[in-house]
Structure formats: C-alpha cells, structure tokens
Nanobody, 126 residues
C-alpha cells in the first residue's frame, strides 16, 4: 500500500507562487510514475504534471507549461510542484497520484493512477 500526503496549498494573489509537496510512504518501487492532478468546482479532475521517479522525465499540461515545475527528492521520498505566475484559473484542489504498477509512460488519465492523496486547496485571487 502506498500513502500520499499533500501539503503547501493556500491563498495567493495572481502572479504569485506556491510549492506543493507530496510525501510518499508505504510500499514503493522503481519506475513508478507520480503525477499532480487538479479539480476545480464543477469540473472534472485534470492532469497537471507527471514525473518518472527513476528517470526524472517530466510531462506537463499545456495550461501550466513554463509556469509549473515538477521534481522529486529521493532522500525525502517527496514529489514537489513549484507553481509560479499563478492565475485565477489555477484555483482548484490539487491531488498527488501514483501508479501502482511499473511504468515508463507518464499517463494523463485519472484511471491510470491507483493511489491518491487527500488533496490540498489552492486559491488564486485576482
């Protein structure tokens, strides 16, 4: 079993920055894919960014490319999402997710991830 705990959300003005953290515990394995998703009120949960724990390869949604950066810290078993130049449309609950099987491809569908955190709220005011 894998446990994911997010932190770092909050209220920020447009143009500001936040860093989200996702601490991973429990059963882990190499070639695991980690991702961040978000869900705004009345909308479906959408892919934001993903990273291969082993290779470090990353992938981003077009809406956040060049503003968000995903990274991982092996020593801390933590995945980060650095968010810069935030916009009101970035307001959502952000979820950390992990696949439960070995993968080399960064999937973008919620159905491809087996473990989820509880979510952290990010609110960007205009």
């Amino acid at each position: 079993q894998v446990q994911l705990v997010e932190s770092g959300g909050g209220l920020v003005q447009a143009g500001g920055s936040l860093r989200l953290s996702c601490e991973v515990s429990g059963r882990t394995f190499s070639n695991n894919i980690m991702a961040w998703f978000r869900q705004a009120p009345g909308k479906e949960r959408e892919f934001v960014s993903g990273i291969s724990w082993t290779s470090g390869h990353t992938n981003y949604a077009d809406s956040v490319k060049d503003r968000f950066t995903i990274s991982r810290d092996d020593a801390r078993n933590t995945v980060y999402l650095q968010m810069s130049n935030l916009k009101p449309e970035d307001t959502a609950v952000y979820y950390c997710a992990a696949r439960g099987t070995i993968s080399w491809f960064i999937f973008r569908s919620t159905q491809d991830y087996h473990y989820w955190g509880q979510g952290t709220q990010v609110t960007v005011s205009s």
